[in-house]
């Protein structure tokens, strides 16, 4: 960490409480506040993530950072037969390192011989290997989560990352529904939606992500979306040059079906292998003809409603 970082970090840290704003005293007054709008802030440059899996080494240390900047409670101890204890992000694990065994069948246990060549067993070819994904909120350009959310709870900010406004979210429930990669979750504690705000106080303070600044090998890195993307498609050419023959992006470019999001990823395997859809499709693009229908069903019986009232006229 630069020391001018730290020392920015620090004086944030050390900054008064804002205070809130005043609570109404009458009925009025009450309902006047909750139908004003605030302004809007001013549009800053779009942010992103991008993430190299060919960097991570499973440390986890996003996710401790994440909880701890977030205030979230940790998770319960539990044995799930792998290193992957976190399991799923959830509405208090907004990161989550995912544990990818790929080994094949598992290998009976090698016998230890008294006098065995260390040199030798080290170079012996690796059977299998892991893959390891951080893993969070996509902060999708054309967010299904934010169009499918009644009460304007899930919203775009400034820096074009999606936020929930937990004093705004009704726990309907909508966008877990709507999101394609099941990082939505409602919290069973206050009902509400919860997911990754990519830090949107630290952003505000001109700070990196928890999950950024605290990434050893800087597999997860923070900066203009488009800045990223650039960076990203040479080190994807650079690992094929390698050998990397299946080096990607994903979720780095629009398709047909998806827009392309703000936090995305550069895989050395096939998107299913990571728990990623490899054509994501946004469910409100087959809600058009829904739509179209219930349209022409409210005419149809407008219509008819109108035929009916004529015949009953004197």
Known sequence: MASSDRTRELDVAALPPVPGPERPTGLLAFLRQGLARG?????????????????????????????????????????????????????????HVKFVEDFGAPLPPRPVVPGMDLTALLAEPKEGQWHFLSDSCKHCIEAPCNLACPTGAMIH???????????????????????????????????????????????????????????????????????????ARARVQSLHARGYGKARLWGAERSGTYSETHAFYLLLEEPELYGLPSRPVNPWIHLTGDYLRGAVGLL?????????????AP
């Not at 001013?42 to 401790?64: H, Q, Y």
């Not at 019986?301 to 004529?310: F, N, P, R, T």
């Open 39 to 95: 302004e809007a802030p001013e549009m800053r440059p779009a942010v992103g993530l991008f993430t190299d899996v060919s960097l991570c080494i499973g440390c986890k240390a996003c996710e401790v950072a994440c909880k701890e900047w977030n205030l979230l409670p940790s998770n319960p101890p539990e044995w799930r037969e792998s290193y992957d204890n976190t399991g799923c992000l959830s509405a208090t694990s907004w990161r």
């Open 157 to 231: 900010t400034e820096f074009s990352t999606v936020i929930v406004q937990p004093d705004v979210c009704t726990g309907c429930g909508s966008c877990t529904s709507a999101c394609p990669f099941g990082v939505v979750a409602q919290s069973s504690h206050d009902g509400h939606a919860h997911k990754c705000v990519l830090c949107y106080d630290r952003l505000r303070d001109d700070l990196e992500p928890a999950c950024a600044k605290s990434c050893p090998t800087r597999s997860i890195r923070f900066g203009p979306v488009e800045s990223l993307r650039e960076e």
């Open 300 to 312: 149809a019986a407008v219509a008819l409603l109108a035929v009916a009232m004529g015949r009953m």
